[in-house]
């Protein structure tokens, strides 16, 4: 075999897509030429395509998580047949995304690849809150370990596919015949999974959770975790799969936070800022490490606010760029009634709440265990903060998801008046019934914010009517009982007495 190499056109387009994971720029990044132990006049030379000697090729490869470096190197015919007896990989990576950058998470990969390589291990999942990196860190996990599978396929649910076609596109990564029925396919796909030790990546289960195929996914996910074979299934969605024992030795869960502080402030370095600004950390805590958060908000504090964070903060205000408003305000739409009724008390007292304290608000007396299943629901979609004192758990919402919901309630509380404005009914009232919207041990009613937000909508829909516009409704309660006015009157009656003006 020559001792020169040089990279095809293709092999660049898979070196280009890994260093993308790693965060790392095609020449400037000295870590790279450093840990290939070469220079950057080399890289770049390996970059423009010229032959390199091969164990610098080779290293440039493995530098950035490439094993098989035959696949980047354009082979002559002698190179051919010099490896025509070293064993492929077979990848299927063409639904793999591409990722602008990462950073940190080096605990959470050795936690990861520590699970993956144990015996028995058939099942894991990367679960976390909308934007909080699961695709990139399974993206550097794959990377990192590609070399202890003999097959890699990655598909993305994010399409919504039905199960079935999820099959025969599996099948077909394998290169077998169509199926007609899920079970058949289920039992090819495990007889492929017996003969390879395969890494399955399926990113982004929580798309098919709203379909009607739900369960019939949640069955296989637990077959292909229950049955013999020698591969592994690896799953990042946001929400937990139903109905399977997990930290078993055959499913491990990893429950993905933000992004500690340092590797978070090296995200905002590559974002134009120095990583010294006044207020960094309190920007960074605001928003949970949160990264695409993080790389959505900060565009609009260069724009506007020339860079000053502090200035940002100094608004008391949070913003949600339209991409995760979007997925959370599509999650809230999934929950159901009770849970949403949860997440609205706690956007209202915007603190912890106990589970006690949560049962005696409710207007209407609920099961406590279908409330606690509630709060296990959103515990399970990564939509709340929990806080463990002396006493018992404590409950409260991640500032993105109170954003949310805190628009979501002004938003449905105003179309509940509107409706009952054209139709005298007071039956459109739900949530004014059963939530009392002002905040617990709040003076300032003028200065509550959701109220206040509240009021404002209204105002901007009304104009100076809206007194007596309420005034009006305040006079269809009369005669009304207890349990049908809820706290109607008392929501209605602060509305009334906030200065707008």
């Not at 758990?393 to 008046?417: G, N, R």
């Not at 005298?424 to 617990?440: A, G, K, N, S, Y």
């Amino acid at each position: 075999m020559s001792n020169s190499l040089k990279a095809s056109d293709s092999g660049l387009a898979i070196v280009d897509k890994s260093r993308q994971r790693l965060g790392w720029t095609k020449t400037s990044t000295a870590r790279w030429w450093q840990d290939a132990h070469t220079s950057r006049a080399t890289l770049r030379r390996f970059w423009q395509g010229d032959r390199i000697q091969r164990e610098i090729f080779i290293a440039i490869c493995q530098a950035v998580g490439i094993v098989n470096w035959e696949a980047i190197a354009e082979l002559s015919h002698a190179d051919l047949e010099s490896i025509a007896d070293i064993p492929t990989l077979y990848r299927d990576w063409n639904e793999a995304p591409d990722i602008e950058s990462f950073y940190g998470r080096n605990q959470e990969l050795a936690q990861l690849e520590e699970w993956i390589t144990s015996p028995n291990c058939k099942l894991i999942t990367i679960n976390g809150i909308a934007g909080i990196g699961k695709t990139s860190l399974a993206l550097a996990l794959v990377d990192r370990i590609q070399s202890k599978f003999d097959c890699l396929i990655w598909k993305s649910l994010q399409t919504s596919p039905s199960l079935i076609s999820l099959l025969n596109s599996l099948l077909n990564s394998f290169e077998q015949g169509v199926v007609q029925n899920i079970q058949q396919g289920t039992v090819q796909l495990i007889q492929q999974l017996q003969k390879r030790h395969c890494l399955l990546v399926l990113d982004g289960l929580e798309a098919i959770f709203s379909q009607a195929e739900n369960l019939s996914y949640g069955q296989f996910i637990q077959q292909l975790s229950r049955e013999r074979h020698q591969s592994c299934i690896l799953i990042t969605s946001r929400e937990q799969p139903k109905n399977i024992e997990i930290n078993s030795k055959t499913f491990r869960c990893l429950n993905l936070k933000g992004l500690p502080k340092k590797a978070a402030v090296e995200l905002l370095q590559s974002r134009e800022f120095t990583g010294k600004e006044l207020g960094l950390s309190a920007l960074i805590q605001l928003y949970r490490g949160n990264p695409l958060a993080l790389k959505l908000v900060t565009p609009l504090i260069q724009s506007v606010f020339g860079g000053n964070i502090a200035a940002f903060l100094s608004q008391n205000t949070l913003i949600v760029g339209d991409r995760l408003r979007v997925i959370l305000k599509q999650q809230f739409e999934q929950l159901s009634g009770l849970e949403q009724d949860i997440l609205y008390w706690l956007a209202i007292w915007q603190e912890p709440v106990s589970f006690s304290r949560l049962q005696t608000h409710l207007l209407i007396s609920v099961d406590p265990g279908m409330v606690l299943e509630g709060i296990v629901g959103l515990e399970r979609r990564s939509l709340l903060e929990k806080w463990i004192s002396d006493y018992e758990p404590s409950f409260t919402l991640q500032p993105l998801v109170m954003k949310i919901v805190t628009d979501e309630l002004v938003e449905h509380t105003a179309q509940e008046i509107h409706q009952v404005v054209q139709s005298h009914d007071i039956r459109h009232f739900q949530i004014l019934r059963t939530h009392w919207l002002l905040r617990p041990g709040t003076d300032d009613i003028a200065g509550d914010r959701i109220l206040n937000q509240l009021g404002k909508k209204l105002w901007r829909f009304y104009g100076a009517t809206l007194p007596e516009i309420l005034n009006q409704i305040l006079l269809l309660l009369k005669g009304q009982s207890p349990l049908a006015m809820g706290y109607i009157g008392s929501n209605l009656a602060i509305l009334s007495g906030i200065d707008l003006v």
